[in-house]
């Protein structure tokens, strides 16, 4: 079955490709200039519904998502590929209808605009709900964002790189939120000895290739400097993270994170079986399964598997968020966590 799914999958990108492919050979070569000889109005209606149509449709049938709001925004994007792939000898009859294209594009980036607007706004309100909250910053900022401002994949991708930021720069003097009602999963591994050697293999790299490109290609060599740059800056900020956030538990639910990589919320009632079996935990983790477990020099397995009733969604890097069935998980106290979840009936 799950052969059948990939071949379907590669199909449908096939064919999309071809799609885009055959209508760039029609417009952009000699070969399809010459079969444009004579009247070319029908084959431009063709390439504008292939473009605006069924490119839009494939896409979102290969991506397995049901949206007319993004069937819309892809046709959208249509018209305005349209006008670059298409001559505008041939478009012209068509033009009025591109600018909707625009027009669509337009609208949605000032709706965006509005929402980084309101963001702002209320910022000041979002911070103070944090600061009030006894749950992990990482939890308590994102629980602050959806209470004040609409849900939207931009806010999650800038209050992503907020809480990076603040935990670069910001969080030093701060000390671990350790309570009776939380556990760490980082003191027994070598995750943030990892995350300092990667600091340094950055720094030596970003030294030594920024010298070597600069006077060769100088654009080349700032844009790899920004890019380590960010990276050192987000693996600064994954420590503390790691650090300060440590697994916080409740009497409804269970709050899991690993810095600033993934976190999930899962309420107690929704964990329908604790997986302990040692066979099981050496076994490959399957797909739908999102892993709690500190990187390490050496091959680590998680201790528990909490298998859930239904996927559950999880916030990963810049705020993507993914739905899963499962949590592998290795905690520095194992018996402390297993007590936890004998209270619970588990």
């Known amino acids: 079955m799950a052969i059948l799914q990939k071949s379907k999958q590669t199909i449908l990108m096939l064919l999309l490709l071809l799609v885009l492919g055959s209508n760039i050979i029609l417009y952009r070569t000699d070969f399809g200039q010459f079969a444009l000889t004579g009247e070319s109005k029908g084959v431009v209606i063709g390439s504008l519904i292939d473009l605006v149509i069924v490119a839009p449709l494939l896409f979102l049938t290969y991506k397995k998502k049901k949206s ?59 911070v103070k709900y944090t600061k009030e909250s006894e749950l992990p910053k990482v939890f308590a900022f994102s629980d602050a964002t959806d209470k004040y401002v609409k849900k939207h994949p931009l806010i999650h991708i800038i209050c992503s790189e907020m809480l990076m930021f603040y935990y670069a720069f910001c969080s030093w003097k701060k000390k671990p939120l350790e309570t009776n009602h939380s556990l760490t999963i980082h003191k027994k591994s070598s995750y943030i000895s990892f995350q300092i050697m990667l600091i340094h293999a950055i720094i030596i790299e970003t030294i030594g290739i920024h010298w070597w490109l600069h006077e060769k290609y100088m654009i080349l060599s700032l844009i790899l400097l920004l890019i380590n740059l960010y990276s050192v800056i987000f693996l600064l900020a994954d420590i503390q993270a790691v650090r300060l ?97 004998k209270k619970h009936n588990f």
């Not at 959208?76 to 600018?99: D, H, K, N, Q």
């Not at 739905?323 to 979840?341: N, R």
């Open 68 to 126: 007319i709001k993004q069937f819309v925004l892809l046709m959208a994007g249509g018209l305005i590929l349209a006008r670059f792939v298409i001559p505008m000898s041939y478009l012209e009859p068509f033009i009025a209808l591109t600018w909707i294209g625009f027009a669509v594009e337009a609208g949605l980036l000032l709706i965006e605009i509005l929402l980084v607007v309101t963001l702002f706004k209320f910022l000041p309100r979002i």
């Open 245 to 341: 956030n440590p697994i916080h538990m409740d009497e409804r639910k269970l709050y899991i994170s690993l810095g600033l990589v993934k976190r999930i919320e899962v309420k107690w009632n929704e964990i329908e079986e604790v997986i302990t079996d040692k066979d099981i935990l050496k076994q490959k983790l399957s797909k739908d399964t999102i892993e709690f477990v500190a990187k390490d020099f050496d091959k680590v397995l998680p201790d528990f598997i909490l298998q859930l009733k239904k996927p559950m969604e999880a916030t990963l890097i810049m705020g993507i968020k993914k739905p899963y069935q499962k949590i592998a998980i290795k905690l520095d106290d194992y018996k402390a966590f297993s007590e936890v979840l």
